[in-house]
């Protein structure tokens, strides 16, 4: 069963080479950014909080509203890049923080920012932060976060707690976005705004448990104890020598003795050993890896080439995977620097290094923040982890973790993976063309993160679809922030390919995307090199720890205006590209050919008896009349229904299917609006009355409240009837998820029937409850006043099983269906529910 929101840390194999060749490349007269820069001085940086300090208050920003320099890296040719964290009183305001460019005077050239400030800025201490002095000590959260997750578990990096003020935010509708239904909303349709804050603390653990790193995230009320938010924080994934994937390529070593070691002092200084280095974690266990030395050698030709056999790591058959390393990171190097001007993962060359052959048999690869380095694996399921795609996408964790920083879940969560499958396919071309040139070739990776690491020959992901994975979306959507970060990637990693290579016309081809309706179907792409220079000075000039998808749209096109001209056809490329992926409108790339074609009148909601007649209609203008229609039933085509109107015979069958149309226009190619979708209601006369609102979850979330992100039609589930259902569970970490609904039982019926449909399915093995789903009967305070069962990962079963309870005892009360679910930090529990009713006679 594939996870809902599987621990995918990044797996791969490897290959590399060596040579004593140092690589050479002539920089780009037009590099994106400076050479290494040097931090601030006490007194530069209090003189940059003094400017930002005044320009907020110049706006009427409250007083005790302050900045707090958290990093300062490179810029373009003169300027710094000072990232700032928005502080309270002396606290850090949680994902609240602005980037800053200098110029070489020390003045704001510009300011990036997202604001979570909210009611803080205008001067109103928020009652739910209170005296704002803690409850709890740091030792005190450290411990509740540990027993949480791991509380076997040993610390690999010293645990913190960080004192801060936590925003908790929701997702609101724009007021244009009201009347539309979930499963039509664009990512220009809503947005985040502060729901309350918290004082609570930022726990961050680095953890060893069960042969494996066990690193978390976890904010802390500093009030109560209560866990408010969690998530996963480990990143995954000149001598001759001979590379598993490509043959003999150059590496670059140093002499040691008589000898020779793998350790490259040309590129990067300081760090663990004073230049780029491979070293020999010599099985070393996963859950606490000792990177161990530098590689060594008598000659200067290293490796095998072959996959390796489980033997000596320092023979020519171990050595191979340190080869794949090495080259690996001397092309991360070089690509970064030679084409961006990019000088090793912060911008300021500190070296860093990678240890090979952790662990037995270990099918992973990951970066770790802690020591600013990289672990590969062996690998079992997967040949040995050293791809060059594999170690370009776990370099460029460093980079992110250098720069915006993205926090490691939701949407940012995804965006910080899509920037290293990004990383990882830029570098690959780079290093199949030579590794050297001052641009990123226009071709040379193959747009799949993985493959050659992969037994099976499936590569873990398909950038230019996502979606062939099983679990990752090809677009945005509301749910997307629920998905674990090596899923949510997925619509990022499209835009950014059709961003480079384009897309295709073709409704059945890989390349097509339904939101691209403008003019021409199939849009154009800016090849590799501009496409990774815009998303990298946007990664590292404009994006915040916490930029969405909408905000990365923003900060993208804008990167783009600022570098090729606001009309240019590398604004628009952008433009298109994010509307592909349903993040803002399509836009022509020649102008405009015509009027556009719009929804004028959208099919309504009905509610009929059986046997009744029920019909949709809708109207459009604009365009190239005349139209054409296409009816879609639960976004299913329906045969023959291509008028204005459509009618049908409804059956009890029918109740809760979703109807829209689709209209095109005779234009060349022609142009196309889809309507809002309207929902059909057929209740049987005498049957009684439902009193559960959109029970079969067709509608989206409406009706329910708690853990909605659970609403969906997702790979590795099906639903009971319909498309949609709520999974719950399914992580395989630990979590916890409610789904509710109020509900009002009249008091002059004479039964009231509680069904659903529940299955589910587990990959724990052990006759243990591990996990559990309990269906509670709650009051309006949330009181429990009947427990109407519990199941858990022992009652696994093939298929939907239906569950039945009888609440007439309620019946005069307004009472709560309460679904809650209970995962541990093991194997993941799945229980999916679909087809909630409670009928009232």
């Not at 003999?248 to 070691?261: A, K, L």
């Not at 000596?312 to 080259?327: D, E, H, R």
């Not at 899923?487 to 384009?502: A, D, E, I, T, V």
């Given at each position: ?210 042969g494996k790193p066990v690193y978390f995230d976890t904010i802390v009320n500093a009030k109560t104890g209560a866990i408010i ?120 060359n500190t070296a860093t290094y990678i240890a090979a052959h952790v662990d037995t048999a270990y099918d992973n690869a990951f ?66 063309n030579g590794g050297s040139g001052a641009v990123i070739p226009a071709a040379g990776n193959d747009w799949m993160m993985g ?391």
């Open positions: 069963m594939i996870l809902r929101t599987r621990l995918l840390t990044v797996t791969t194999a490897v290959a590399a080479a060596t040579s004593l060749l140092a690589a050479t490349a002539t920089l780009a007269a037009d590099q994106l950014m400076a050479p290494p820069v040097n931090t601030l001085t006490p007194q530069d940086s209090s003189g940059l909080v003094a400017k930002l300090t005044a320009m907020e208050a110049a706006r009427g920003v409250a007083p005790e509203l302050s900045f707090r320099v958290s990093s300062v890296h490179p810029g373009a040719a003169g300027q710094k890049i000072v990232r700032t964290r928005h502080t309270y009183k002396g606290l850090p305001v949680f994902g609240s923080e602005s980037v800053v460019v200098t110029d070489a005077a020390g003045n704001i050239v510009s300011v990036s920012t997202a604001d979570r400030r909210g009611q803080l800025a205008a001067g109103l201490a928020p009652t739910s932060i209170g005296d704002m002095v803690p409850t709890l000590s740091a030792a005190d959260a450290i411990a509740v976060a540990a027993k949480s997750v791991a509380p076997r578990a040993s610390n690999r990096w010293p645990p913190s707690a960080e004192l801060t003020i936590y925003p908790v935010m929701k997702t609101v509708r724009m007021p244009s976005a009201a009347g539309k239904a979930e499963a039509d909303l664009n990512a220009l349709d809503v947005e985040e705004v502060v729901d309350r804050y918290e004082l609570a603390y930022y726990v961050k653990l680095r953890l060893a448990e069960d938010a969690q998530w996963q924080a480990l990143k995954t994934v000149v001598g001759t020598g001979n590379s598993q994937y490509n043959g003999q390529v150059p590496i670059q070593t140093s002499q040691t003795g008589s000898g020779y070691q793998m350790l490259d002092s040309t590129r990067g200084t300081g760090g663990k050993f004073g230049g780029m280095a491979i070293t020999n974690a010599n099985h070393s266990p996963a859950n606490n890896p000792d990177p161990g030395a530098i590689y060594v050698n008598g000659t200067n030709v290293w490796g095998d080439g072959q996959n390796y056999n489980g033997g000596s790591t320092t023979n020519a058959n171990g050595q191979t995977a340190a080869v794949n390393a090495l080259w690996g990171l001397m092309n991360t190097y070089d690509g970064l620097k030679n084409t961006l001007g990019w000088h090793s993962l912060d911008g300021n970066y770790d923040d802690s020591c600013k380095c990289m672990y590969i694996g062996d690998g079992s399921s997967f040949y040995s982890l050293g791809s060059i795609d594999v170690i370009g996408h776990e370099m460029s964790h460093g980079v992110t973790a250098s720069t915006a920083d993205l926090v490691y879940s939701g949407e940012s969560g995804g965006l910080n993976e899509s920037n290293s499958d990004i990383g990882g396919e830029m570098i690959e071309a780079y290093a199949r493959k050659e690491i992969s037994k099976s020959g499936q590569p873990l992901r398909w950038m230019y679809k996502p979606s062939k994975d099983g679990s990752s979306p090809d677009a945005w959507s509301s749910t997307l922030k629920y998905l674990d970060v090596h899923y949510s990637s997925g619509p990022n990693n499209r835009m950014y390919y059709f961003l480079s290579q384009g897309s295709n016309a073709n409704p059945s081809s890989d390349y097509y995307s339904k939101y691209l309706v403008k003019s021409p179907a199939a849009m154009t792409g800016i090849g590799n090199d501009k496409a990774y220079r815009i998303w990298f000075k946007s990664l590292t000039t404009k994006f915040t720890s916490t930029t969405n998808y909408a905000d990365a749209r923003s900060k993208v096109l804008a990167s783009a205006q600022e570098l090729y001209g606001a009309g240019s056809k590398e604004a628009i490329a952008v433009q298109r590209a994010y509307a592909a992926i349903n993040v803002g409108a399509d836009v022509d790339e020649s102008g405009s050919t015509g009027g556009d074609l719009t929804i004028t009148s959208q099919p309504a909601s009905v509610t009929v008896a059986p046997g009744a007649t029920a019909s949709f209609s809708v109207g459009a203008s604009g365009g190239t009349p005349p139209y054409s229609y296409k009816w879609m039933r639960n976004d299913a085509p329906i045969a023959g229904a291509t008028s204005a109107t459509y009618s049908l015979t409804a059956q009890l069958s029918d109740n809760g299917t979703m109807f829209n149309a689709v209209v095109s226009d005779a234009s060349s190619p022609p142009k196309s609006a889809t309507s809002s979708k309207a929902t059909l209601t057929v209740t049987a006369g005498g049957g009684g009355n439902e009193l559960v609102t959109n029970g079969g979850f067709e509608n989206g979330t409406t009706g329910w409240h708690g853990s909605t992100g659970d609403i969906g039609s997702f790979s590795g589930q099906q639903a009971y009837e319909g498309t949609r259902y709520a999974w719950m569970g399914g992580n395989g970490f630990y979590a916890i998820e409610t789904l509710t609904q109020s509900v009002t039982i009249p008091s002059n019926v004479t039964s009231a029937m509680l069904t659903f449909a529940l299955h589910i399915d587990t990959d724990e093995t052990a006759r243990k409850i591990y996990d559990r789903l309990t269906v509670t009967v709650r009051s309006g305070s949330g009181a429990v006043l009947r427990t109407l069962a519990t199941w858990s990962n022992l009652d696994a079963a093939d298929g939907y099983q239906i569950r039945s309870f009888d609440l007439s005892a309620f019946k005069g009360r307004t009472v709560t269906l309460s679904f809650a679910m209970r995962e541990d930090s093991g194997k993941q529990t799945s229980f999916v529910l679909d087809k909630v009713s409670l009928l009232a006679k």
